[in-house]
T-cell receptor, first 117, second 113 residues
C-alpha cells in the first residue's frame, strides 16, 4: 500500500492479558521498525526487521515482548502478560533502506494506542 | 547511548512570527538528520531531511553544524497550522547504518492569532 497501516487503532487490555498489534509496511519497503511512545513524548526503539529477518532487536525488552514479520502477512508485535507500564502508543515505521541517504527515510503508521487497566 | 537533546518549550508565538528550534546530538558519525512534526499524539510526519549543511523548503529552513553537532529549524511567517511538536531525529550507528532513529523529546510550538 501507499501508507503504513497499523491495526487496531486502540487496544484495551487488563493486566496480565495478551496484546497483539499489527503493521503492514509500505509496498516495496524492506525495513520495518517498531517504536514505543510513552508520556512526555519519549520514543523508544524496540525492534527492526529486514524483510522477515530481525535486523536489530537491541531495544526489545527481554521478557514478554516478541515480534515477527512473515512473508505475505502483516508484521506483528505481541506482548504477553501486559503490565500497566506497557500503556503507550506503539508506532510502526517502514523504509526502503536502513542506511545511506534519502532512501532511509522512515514513514510512520498512525499507531496503536495500548491501554492496560 | 546516543542522545538527542531539544528545548521542550513551549514556544508561544503570534502568527507571522519567526521562530527557531535547536537540537544537539551526540552521534558524531551520523550522516543524515531529520525534523519530524507530530500533532497531538498522531504519527510523526517528516518535515525536513538534512544531509549536508542545510535545507530550505518554503517557510522552513534547517541548518546543520557538524563541528558543534547542532541542528536548527527555522520557521518564518508562522501560521496557526504550524502548532505542533517538532521532533529532532538522528539515526543511530555509523552513517545511520543501524537504521533505528533516536528521537529528541520534542519542542512544542503554539502559534496564537
Amino acid at each position: 500500500g501507499e501508507e503504513v497501516a497499523q491495526t487496531p487503532k486502540h487496544l484495551v487490555r487488563g493486566e496480565g492479558q495478551k496484546a497483539k498489534l499489527y503493521c503492514a509496511p509500505i509496498k516495496g519497503h524492506s525495513y520495518v521498525f517498531w517504536y514505543q511512545q510513552v508520556l512526555k513524548n519519549e520514543f523508544k526503539f524496540l525492534i527492526s526487521f529486514q524483510n522477515e529477518n530481525v535486523f536489530d532487536e537491541t531495544g526489545m525488552p527481554k521478557e514478554r515482548f516478541s515480534a515477527k514479520c512473515l512473508p505475505n502477512s502483516p508484521c506483528s508485535l505481541e506482548i504477553q502478560a501486559t503490565k500497566l507500564e506497557d500503556s503507550a502508543v506503539y508506532f510502526c515505521a517502514s523504509s526502503q533502506l536502513a542506511g545511506g541517504a534519502t532512501k532511509n527515510i522512515q514513514y510512520f503508521g498512525a499507531g496503536t494506542r495500548l491501554s492496560v487497566l | 547511548r546516543k542522545e538527542v537533546e531539544q528545548d521542550p518549550g513551549p514556544f508561544n508565538v503570534p502568527e507571522g512570527a519567526t521562530v527557531a528550534f535547536n537540537c544537539t546530538y551526540s552521534n558524531s558519525a551520523s550522516q543524515s538528520f531529520f525534523w519530524y512534526r507530530q500533532d497531538c499524539r498522531k504519527e510523526p510526519k517528516l518535515l525536513m531531511s538534512v544531509y549536508s549543511s542545510g535545507n530550505e523548503d518554503g517557510r522552513f529552513t534547517a541548518q546543520l553544524n557538524r563541528a558543534s553537532q547542532y541542528i536548527s529549524l527555522l520557521i518564518r511567517d508562522s501560521k496557526l497550522s504550524d502548532s505542533a511538536t517538532y521532533l529532532c531525529v538522528v539515526p543511530e550507528g555509523y552513517g545511520g547504518s543501524q537504521g533505528n532513529l533516536i528521537f529528541g523529546k520534542g519542542t512544542k510550538l503554539s502559534v496564537k492569532p
